[in-house]
């Protein structure tokens, strides 16, 4: 698959997504086409029905950008959803293997951060959601959920842990968006990730052939404390410079909210029993040869 098809796939699911009323065409009785027609997002877009079918079949790899941005127009799409399509249609197609993440590979500033951060659970995760370290407080409030090696996207569809987050489907959409935001879509990790719940998780299926693309800054988590129960806690992410493509997140409570005071009495617990290991890191994967693309 290369970037032409990607980008074919996008405006296919996009175009199934968008109702006819969301742009101002009357609804007959008798329609039976999911979304829009091609013709109508050609006519909305004013390009030409034939232009608009090569692009969807992947004929046509090279649109201007008034052509994307008409399309962007007629399909709705926001800023951020822009940046992805941009991206697609600029892109080589080629296949791009990022090295494989290595505890040296950070800098050490970066590294004494968590370390410091005694009262503050730290991760540093890859674009894939891999966890590539943790601090301390990090590894004692995720019960092995926030362990380097794991996925927040696996994670994420775990039975255990979709029973206990409200609003669950928000939550998976938003992850989900931004996977397919920061991820290269030829890395074989990310096909690793797909396959696998693809295989197992039909809501995946779904949410991901919705094609949403969107980074995800900020957001809230809920998860248990001994002596406590359920607190929710807010995340806030930090691009790390200089080390495209992992990202900082950090987790604290609200003034005045149970996470505050369970985090506290967890920093605690987790000082008095000084581990030997302050930040752990993920173990570098094996080399991968595979070659393909996460539709």
């Known amino acids: 698959m290369n970037n032409g098809s ?7 699911a996009r175009r199934e997504l968008i109702q006819p009323e969301d742009v101002g065409i009357p609804r007959e009785t008798n329609r039976r086409v999911q ?25 046509h790899h090279q649109p201007s950008e008034q052509v994307l941005a008409a399309l962007g127009r007629a399909l709705l799409l926001d800023d951020d959803a822009m940046v ?12 791009r293997l990022r090295p494989a993440p290595q505890s040296e590979g950070f800098d050490e500033n970066v590294v004494r951060l968590l370390e410091h951060w005694s009262h503050t659970p730290a991760i540093i995760i890859d674009r894939n959601q891999d966890l590539i370290r943790s601090n301390r407080l990090a590894l004692a409030l995720g ?13 994420l569809f775990d039975p255990d842990v979709r029973s206990t987050i409200p609003n669950w489907t928000d939550a998976a959409l ?3 968006a931004a996977l397919r935001f ?8 990310l096909r690793d990730i797909v396959t696998t719940l693809s295989s197992r998780d039909a809501d995946f299926v779904r949410m991901w052939a919705r094609h949403d693309a969107r980074p995800f800054m900020s957001g809230t988590i809920r998860t248990s404390v001994d002596d406590v129960g359920p607190i929710d806690l807010k995340f806030q992410n930090f ?16 003034p005045g909210t149970r996470g ?25 994967p094996a080399p991968v040869e595979v070659v393909a693309a996460a539709s």
Do not use: W
């Not at 991206?87 to 080629?94: I, S």
């Not at 691009?239 to 609200?254: D, Q």
């Open 174 to 176: 938003q992850c989900l």
């Open 143 to 155: 019960r092995g959920h926030l362990d380097p090696g794991c996925n927040l996207v696996m994670a």
């Open 84 to 95: 992805y399509v941009y991206r697609l249609a600029h892109d080589t197609g080629r296949a």
């Open 35 to 59: 979304g829009l027609r091609r013709q109508e997002v050609a006519a909305l877009a004013d390009i030409s029905f034939d232009y608009y079918l090569r692009l969807e079949q992947g004929r």
């Open 260 to 284: 505050v005071k369970a985090l506290a009495d967890l920093a605690r617990v987790v000082e008095h029993e000084r581990p030997s290991i302050g930040v752990r890191s993920a173990p570098a």
């Open 6 to 12: 990607l980008l074919a796939t996008y405006f296919r």
């Open 239 to 254: 691009a790390i410079p200089g080390h495209g493509g992992y990202t900082l997140r950090t987790y604290f409570g609200e």
């Open 182 to 189: 920061e991820s290269d879509p030829f890395d074989p990790r």
